[in-house]
């Protein structure tokens, strides 16, 4: 997978990008968010944001593009809920973005600014999920009251906006903090401190942290940093299941 630069003025509206090529979904953590997906023919999807690592056979035909919505951006741009996502993706009546995957990217971010200017965010869950980004041991209860709303009403809106719960949308978070914490030691040239790493994402202990890798993706973090730094090897096993079909 290729990540790719977002413009800077689609940056409140988009996370980031990729194009995807080859045999397989490469293994990864789960992302918790809804992508503009365009597939190899031109045809637009939108794909739900998951909880566990999703894989599978790629589609034939060329690469696969994505642009990744940040949370609360596809019912302003697309006037659908994100919980209303199906998980393996759902077409939406955008016309097509043929070309090269470059051409279809460059296509499907014309899109999104063409929509920008109209689109509203639920500020609230806004605030709520920079409290979860600052702080993903923060509770529920606490990211509720920090918005001034109850914890049902900040679920029953951050369904709407984010396509998952708030627990669920927190547990996702603390592990891609945890994998950037373990990045940030090998960058130092130290062995990543689990246990310490554990306590500073709002884990339990580092058996909570351990079983929150498991889950998720179906191996240790320590696996996951490993196939992570050997992305580009050309041996990656190849899967029958297609989360795009």
């Not at 490469?26 to 944001?49: H, I, S, T, Y």
């Not at 109209?118 to 209860?141: F, K, N, S």
């Not at 909570?208 to 041996?235: C, I, K, M, W, Y």
Request: hydrophobic content about 45%.
């Amino acid at each position: 997978m290729t990540e790719l630069p977002v413009p800077r003025d689609l940056a409140p509206l988009v996370g980031g990008s990729w194009i995807l090529d080859g045999a397989a979904v490469p293994r990864a953590l789960p992302q918790p968010a809804v992508d503009l997906v365009v597939m190899p023919d031109g045809q637009c999807r939108l794909a739900g944001p998951e909880t566990r690592r999703r894989q599978g056979a790629l589609p034939q035909g060329g690469a696969l593009v994505g642009v990744r919505l940040r949370p609360g951006a596809v019912t302003g741009l697309f006037g659908v809920a994100a919980d209303e996502m199906p998980l393996a993706g759902a077409p939406i009546e955008v016309g097509r973005l043929p070309g090269t995957a470059q051409a279809r990217r460059a296509g499907a971010l014309a899109l999104i600014r063409a929509r920008a200017g109209e689109c509203r965010v639920d500020e609230r869950v806004r605030t709520a999920l920079a409290v979860m980004h600052a702080a993903p041991g923060t509770a529920v209860a606490r990211c509720a009251a920090e918005v001034g709303l109850s914890e049902r009403q900040l679920r029953r809106r951050f369904m709407v906006a984010v396509g998952l719960g708030p627990k669920s949308y927190i547990r996702v978070v603390r592990l891609h903090h945890a994998l950037a914490a373990a990045r940030a030691a090998l960058a130092r040239g130290e062995p990543p401190r689990w246990a310490d790493i554990a306590g500073q994402c709002g884990f339990y202990d580092q058996a909570h942290l351990l079983a929150g890798f498991r889950e998720a993706v179906g191996v240790s973090p320590n696996t996951l940093l490993r196939d992570d730094r050997f992305l580009q090897a050309p041996d990656r096993p190849s899967v029958t299941r297609s989360r795009y079909e």
